[in-house]
C-alpha cells in the first residue's frame, strides 16, 4: 500500500512467517476496518510509517484460528483454537493479511458462539474504550458523558461504563436514539451544536467525566464539571482549564494486555457487550470497504473476510 485514497489497496505477497518462543501464529479468516485504518492509509500517519519501507499492511483488528505455537507460550492457546486479537501495525505487519504472528499475549480466546467476522469488530475498540474508561478512573453512581456514542467506540464506553454502575448521557442523531437506547445510555442529547449547553441542562453542574469518540475536543471541555476528568482519542489534551484533568487514550499501550482483552471477551459472553457488524466484503472490497466507512453513517464495521 501505497499513501491515498481507497483506490490505492490492493492485493500484495507477503512472505511466510513461523511463530518464534512466546509467540502465537493466526490464520485470519477476518480483519475489521476502523478509522485509524483510513489515517493510516491517507498519509496522516506517513512519518510514523517511514521506519519500515512501503508496502503498508493496514489493521488492528483480526480473528480466526492459531494454526501454530511457538515454544514457551504459557497462556494456554492451542493450535485449532478460534481466537482474536489487537494488532499495531508495523510496516507489512497488519492485521490485513491471511496469516499474522503476534506475541502470545495479544491473543485471546474468541468469544464463544461469535463468528470470526463478530469476533474482530472487538478488541481494539473495545480495548480503547476500556482504556478510556481506566484513564477516567470514574465511580458506580458518577456521570459520564460519551460523544460518537453510536459508534464502535463510543457504543463500547458506553456498554462498559454501565456494567460499572455509571450514569450515561450521550449524543446521537434522531435516526440513532434506539441504538443508544438499546446500549443503555441513560440520557441522550441531540446531536450538532451546542454540545456542553445541552449536557449542562441535564446536569448544571457538568458531568464527571467525558469520553470524547466524536473528535470534539475544546468544544467539549465546558460539559465537563470543574475538576473532572476528560479523555480524548487522537491525542488532544485541553491544557490548564478549571482544574479538570485531561489525558489522552491512545490505545498501543493496552498492546499484550492479555486479561484486559479476555475480560472483554467475557463480558460479550455474558451479554455485557454487543458485537456490531455492519458488511463483511472479500479482500479484493478492501477499498470499497473504506469508501463506505469515510462516508459516514455506518453502524457496527466494515470486516475484510479471508
Known sequence: MVHGGPEVLHIIDVPPVSAGPGQVRIRIHAAAVNPTDIVARNGMRAEFQRQKPPPYVPGMDAAGVVDQVGAEVTTGIKVGDPVMAMVVPSGIHGAYREQIVLDQNAVVPAPAGCTHVEACTLPMNALTARMSLDLLGLQSGQVLAVTGGPGAYGGYVIQLAKAAGLQVIADAADSDRDLLVALGADVIVSRGE?????????????????????????????????????????????????????????????????????????????????????????????????????????????????
Open 194 to 306: 451546542r454540545f456542553a449547553e445541552k449536557i449542562r441542562e441535564h446536569f448544571p453542574l457538568g458531568v464527571d467525566g467525558l469520553a470524547d469518540g466524536a473528535l470534539l475536543n475544546g468544544l467539549a471541555i465546558d460539559a465537563v464539571k470543574d475538576g473532572g476528568h476528560f479523555t480524548a482519542i487522537r491525542g488532544f489534551k485541553g491544557g490548564d482549564v478549571r482544574g479538570i484533568h485531561f489525558t489522552a487514550t491512545w490505545v498501543t499501550g493496552y498492546d499484550g494486555a492479555y486479561a484486559k482483552l479476555d475480560r472483554l471477551r467475557e463480558q460479550v459472553e455474558c451479554g455485557q457487550l454487543t458485537l456490531r457488524v455492519a458488511q463483511a466484503v472479500a479482500p479484493e472490497e478492501a477499498s470499497y470497504a473504506h469508501r463506505q466507512l469515510e462516508a459516514g453513517g455506518t453502524r457496527g464495521r466494515m470486516v475484510i473476510k479471508f
